[in-house]
């Protein structure tokens, strides 16, 4: 059933070496853990992969633990994997290899806020909302939201986006400078907080979307911006998925600098009306958001809303008043939880794929067709005015049908994706789920060249084994590799 | 005189090993040459760096010659060098070991225009300003705009923008693919026509800015524009350049979203009037340039005058129609070679630091009290939407005294601008001459990261050897290096 996932910890025992566990112990005291509950906690995140335990769950307050942890991990050759809030959705927290859980989440400071120069300092593990509840007053906020209230560590080290991606980037447009611990416990200062430079190899975006694998950030500096003047948001409702769509091109095709504008097919919404105890018409919807001056919020949503009605866009109606705005968009960011509840006990097997926005009216259509033939509820939503569309394939992991369906349409939506030119992963990272896509979306050398760069940064391949790039021969015969022998506690 | 740049060809005798000679000869007939001339014109940039030489000249017009090319670089051991049209500020065409100046200034098709996906796919010589001549009639434009006509490749290569970046971002953020021969002739393809991708390493932009030392680009695919429905051009005179840099601060705190804002001072407006036949007042001065609908470029210029008003801004001229515009900005784009033309037979010492905006006045109010210490005429202008700025160092090269006060005023803001938490190169690259720098703006890790991930990449140095980092000890005792024996030919 889990075929395509190679590993699984045969018994949940710690395999972590007793002398590298007495000095974390003694060290870390109650932040050092190999209780089963924390383990499983940190060997999970919340996708269709089963559960990999870490050894030992590690919670720490400042670089500097980093550093100390990273370097005993070195030592023992013990593997180092970052932890956020575990709301990675392709496995980039589980433990295929064991080793140390980093529980990043203590670090939750804001360093530094500059509202003068538009960016703030952070701890890794400061979440998206604690920066925008800490920006209030100042008249800037930090627009990239993935659905979950992930950490911005988190957010850098899969490259995330969102709903603003389309007006405001994602996180590789929006990190400007890191502090990261190498394999080997070096302190990396990549970055700075000039708006541009040409000083050497672009450091920074090598590490955001490195997933953990070439180094673990600790603070970040990112991009603010100016709350905008006006802010309106709108719903608007099609006669089908194709005119939808076709609705979204055209106000890109236009250059409208529309902020959000988010596609969600019927079963999508009858889950948000379900979850939200909202009152949606229950048909393809756009989701709308305008950001400017009122004069230029009025002109984008006078384009967009004509457009729309050409094309059998009806009920265009507006949300204007802050609460209207925040009620909707969290409708929105819940529609991930609200389609999980419409199978009680399932679990979501994601696809995330974005094509040239040419392409796709034509990759939705192709992908309804294949919807059509399975037998397990699937809703589609997304942030199409960047080309990225999810599938919410929800699947009872324990039924191999079910599991074998999803894999199929998943499957699909990758190949079609990548003959489009796209990419099988818009947003959500590589982790496990999407190694076997790599080569074929950038190519045999891509592969060899990032396999080169982990080398470089991360000979032994300790730093998030598994992730992204497959491991190695784990074991090399006559090497001791205490941490992959499961036979000691 | 040249202390600072610890190589110089000792003779011009190409050090080529003969077989390799012969090959090339017999591959490439007059794309090939190792005439004076040709090595002369490629060995040199617009910059005070005095010539070094490539031991040969190959002309290309496809990546399968480039990997011809590099497989014998390899073979041979010897060092090979982009060339686009040699407009670098720092040295980065130039040959300190000897080697092969690749010219890819033939590779100049453009490949292939998505107007509905706003991107455009071109060879690496394509320019600028061809680029954009072959995208009228569609409504889109290319934004980046170095000073000079640079192809994409070269400005890819060394991470350019231009007066445009405060509204479209740098090459950083408008390469989306590349194709790359490296070291060792493989093809690597990074990125993707996709807007925005999650998967893996972002190789894109570890090459965009690697000036040549990790691949050569030899393809691009690069985001256009929509041209704005609306455009209009401002000239402002303020009484101090204090004042104009306040204007400048405050248009970017409160978000107006301004494409291009550039100051000049005193100085580059006399030499811009007598070298463009202007007549702009002589006095610090800003240019704008509003992108947007009718009603939100009339409402950023009314924000910016009222703002520019209030302190001291005067002579507020409009230039709407679009010649006179072009005038405007082509004056402005000449101003590098109005400044040469200062002092006739001159060459500039070029500075190009960038800081976060809210050290931008203290930077410049500094910078001008060491400038009323030296003799040498230098005029000051720049990107300052983004904290970046340049002054033009205008040097007799052969008079010890004004290379020595231009090396003392660019070291005076190069380490200023570091303190301030800004970069020594805001767009024109490290290349030989701000290597002393890299260490002091990033920290020695961060420089021994960049050495490992050139290593994984090219383990022997051939490619553009000593930009960006220092080579290591050129010669390892018994190890056969004919092209850097200079002894042969």
Same mark, same amino acid.
């Not at 670089?63 to 180092?80: D, F, K, M, N, Q």
């Given at each position: 059933?889990?075929?395509?996932?190679?590993?699984?910890?045969?018994?949940?025992?710690?395999?972590?070496?007793?002398?590298?566990?007495?000095?974390?112990?003694?060290?870390?005291?109650?932040?050092?853990?190999?209780?089963?509950?924390?383990?499983?906690?940190?060997?999970?995140? $919340?996708?269709?992969?089963?559960?990999?335990? =870490?050894?030992?769950?590690?919670?720490? *307050?400042?670089?500097?633990?980093?550093?100390?942890?990273?370097?005993? %991990?070195?030592?023992? *050759?013990?593997?180092?994997?970052?932890?956020?809030? *575990?709301?990675?959705? $392709? /496995?980039?927290?589980?433990?295929?290899?064991? /080793?140390?859980?980093?529980?990043? @989440? /203590?670090?939750?400071?804001?360093?530094?806020?500059? !509202?003068?120069?538009?960016?703030?300092?952070?701890?890794?593990?400061?979440?998206?909302?604690?920066?925008?509840?800490?920006?209030?007053?100042?008249?800037?906020?930090?627009?990239?939201?993935?659905?979950?209230?992930?950490?911005?560590? /988190?957010?850098?080290?899969?490259? +995330?986006?969102?709903?603003?991606?389309?007006?405001?980037?994602?996180?590789?447009?929006?990190?400007?400078?890191?502090?990261?611990?190498?394999?080997?416990?070096?302190?990396?200062?990549?970055?700075?907080?000039?708006?541009?430079?040409?000083?050497? #190899?672009?450091?920074?975006?090598?590490?955001?979307?490195?997933?953990?694998?070439?180094?673990?950030? &600790? $603070?970040?500096?990112?991009?603010?911006?100016?709350?905008?003047?006006?802010?309106?948001?709108?719903?608007?409702?099609? =006669?089908?998925?194709?005119?939808?769509?076709?609705?979204?091109?055209?106000?890109?095709?236009?250059?409208?600098?529309?902020?959000?504008?988010?596609?969600?097919?019927?079963?999508?919404?009858? +889950?948000?009306?379900?979850?939200?105890?909202?009152?949606?018409?229950?048909?393809?919807?756009?989701?709308?958001?305008?950001?400017?001056?009122?004069?230029?919020?009025?002109?984008?949503?006078?384009?967009?809303?004509?457009?729309?009605?050409?094309? *059998?866009?009806?009920?265009?109606?507006?949300?204007?008043?802050?609460?209207?705005?925040?009620?909707?968009?969290?409708?929105?960011?819940?529609?991930?939880?609200? %389609?999980?509840?419409?199978?009680?006990?399932?679990? %979501?097997?994601?696809?995330?794929? %974005?094509?040239?926005?040419?392409?796709?009216?034509?990759?939705?259509?192709?992908?309804?067709?294949?919807?059509?033939?399975?037998?397990?509820?699937? !809703?589609?939503?997304?942030?199409?005015?960047?080309?990225?569309?999810?599938?919410?394939?929800?699947?009872?992991?324990?039924?191999?049908?079910?599991?074998?369906?999803?894999?199929?349409? @998943?499957?699909?939506?990758?190949?079609? !994706?990548?003959?489009?030119?796209? &990419?099988?992963?818009?947003?959500?990272?590589?982790?496990?789920?999407?190694?076997? #896509?790599?080569?074929?979306?950038?190519?045999?050398?891509?592969?060899?060249?990032?396999?080169?760069?982990?080398?470089?940064?991360?000979?032994?391949?300790?730093?998030?084994?598994?992730?992204?790039?497959?491991?190695?021969?784990?074991?090399?015969?006559?090497?001791?590799?205490?941490?992959?022998?499961?036979?000691?506690?």
């Amino acid at each position: 059933m889990f075929a395509e996932l190679p590993f699984f910890p045969e018994k949940f025992v710690s395999a972590l070496p007793l002398p590298l566990k007495e000095i974390l112990s003694q060290r870390f005291g109650r932040a050092f853990s190999t209780g089963e509950s924390q383990r499983l906690q940190h060997g999970r995140d $919340e996708s269709v992969h089963p559960p990999m335990l =870490p050894d030992a769950v590690v919670q720490i *307050g400042s670089t500097e633990e980093a550093v100390e942890v990273a370097r005993l %991990c070195s030592e023992y *050759g013990v593997p180092l994997i970052p932890y956020g809030v *575990g709301s990675s959705v $392709e /496995g980039h927290v589980l433990a295929p290899q064991g /080793g140390i859980s980093l529980d990043l @989440s /203590g670090m939750n400071k804001i360093v530094a806020i500059h !509202a003068e120069d538009g960016d703030a300092t952070v701890q890794a593990g400061v979440t998206r909302m604690q920066l925008n509840e800490a920006l209030k007053g100042t008249g800037l906020f930090f627009p990239i939201d993935p659905g979950a209230d992930a950490t911005l560590g /988190g957010m850098a080290a899969t490259r +995330a986006s969102g709903t603003n991606a389309v007006r405001y980037g994602t996180m590789k447009d929006n990190v400007l400078a890191t502090t990261t611990v190498l394999a080997d416990g070096r302190v990396l200062q990549t970055g700075g907080r000039a708006r541009k430079s040409s000083a050497g #190899y672009d450091l920074t975006r090598l590490l955001v979307g490195s997933e953990g694998t070439l180094g673990i950030m &600790t $603070e970040l500096t990112v991009k603010l911006y100016p709350i905008p003047e006006a802010i309106s948001a709108a719903v608007c409702t099609f =006669p089908s998925i194709a005119a939808a769509v076709q609705a979204v091109i055209q106000t890109i095709q236009l250059g409208v600098p529309v902020a959000r504008i988010e596609l969600l097919d019927q079963l999508a919404l009858a +889950a948000i009306n379900r979850f939200s105890k909202t009152t949606l018409a229950e048909a393809p919807t756009l989701f709308f958001e305008f950001h400017g001056s009122p004069a230029g919020v009025a002109e984008q949503a006078e384009t967009v809303q004509a457009l729309a009605s050409e094309l *059998g866009g009806t009920d265009f109606a507006w949300a204007t008043r802050p609460e209207e705005r925040s009620r909707l968009w969290q409708a929105r960011h819940d529609a991930y939880f609200a %389609c999980l509840q419409l199978k009680p006990g399932c679990r %979501c097997f994601p696809t995330d794929v %974005c094509v040239p926005i040419s392409r796709l009216a034509e990759c939705i259509a192709e992908t309804q067709t294949d919807i059509a033939q399975v037998s397990i509820p699937i !809703a589609l939503f997304g942030h199409v005015g960047d080309g990225n569309f999810h599938l919410v394939v929800l699947v009872d992991p324990d039924n191999p049908k079910e599991m074998e369906e999803a894999a199929w349409i @998943s499957a699909r939506v990758v190949e079609r !994706a990548i003959a489009m030119e796209g &990419t099988c992963t818009g947003e959500h990272g590589i982790g496990l789920g999407k190694r076997k #896509y790599l080569q074929r979306e950038h190519g045999e050398v891509a592969v060899a060249v990032m396999q080169a760069l982990k080398d470089a940064l991360d000979p032994r391949g300790l730093l998030n084994p598994e992730k992204i790039l497959f491991a190695k021969t784990p074991q090399i015969p006559g090497e001791s590799s205490p941490a992959r022998n499961r036979m000691t506690d």
